[in-house]
């Protein structure tokens, strides 16, 4: 019940694609749904983050969709640069507290 | 975000020796403090939760006397790995609770070597 599962493992878009990374949980008291990005050999770097009383939020060229009832949450990368090649997890926990971090997704943009 | 520092950023020792590694909050003070391990090309792994002036919790798995936590001011946790061995070698990572929207932050991480 602690898990979350993501998917695909690894992505490859063309410069302006739109990589969709999909996030699936199982315990219905998380309550916090952050996505972080990660450099290699760097720690992860908040890149957004939802709470389950909205169904998308949007910070700049990153979204987050999110369907409670299916438990589960999806980021969307607009208009998607080389520079945002890295891995990004996602992750859930309740109050902010212990992050479980989901499997991580490897996206690569070419130019 | 919150600025997280962590000392060293890598470390090579030899087997059987204890390291150290320091991780601070430099722009807010941290009541609680989290300690992840990652291994390459892995996900993180919470190994414990440090929480200021009091025992530190330790997930499932995790050998409370081989990875010593202190956390004895609100600004700085460390972790010890005592009598480290090749298997411990990995990523180290902390992350602070705290900011507008509460978030956890993370630190630039501490890579491990143990030979």
Known sequence: ?111 | GAVVSQHPSRVICKSGTSVKIECRSLDFQATTMFWYRQFPKQSLMLMATSNEGSKATYEQGVEKDKFLINHASLTLSTLTVTSAHPEDSSFYICSTKGGLPETQYFGPGTRLLVL
């Open chain 1, 1 to 111: 019940q602690q898990q979350v599962k993501q998917s695909p493992q690894s992505l490859i878009v063309q410069k302006g694609g739109i990589p969709i990374i999909n996030c699936a949980y199982e315990n219905t008291a998380f309550d916090y749904f952050p996505w972080y990005q990660q450099f290699p050999g760097k720690g992860p770097a908040l890149l957004i983050a939802i709470r389950p009383d909205v169904s998308e939020k949007k910070e700049g060229r990153f979204t987050i969709s999110f369907n409670k009832s299916a438990k589960q949450f999806s980021l969307h990368i607009m208009d998607s640069q080389p520079g945002d090649s890295a891995t990004y997890f996602c992750a859930a926990s309740r109050n902010t507290d212990k992050l479980i971090f989901g499997t991580g997704t490897r996206l690569q943009v070419f130019p």
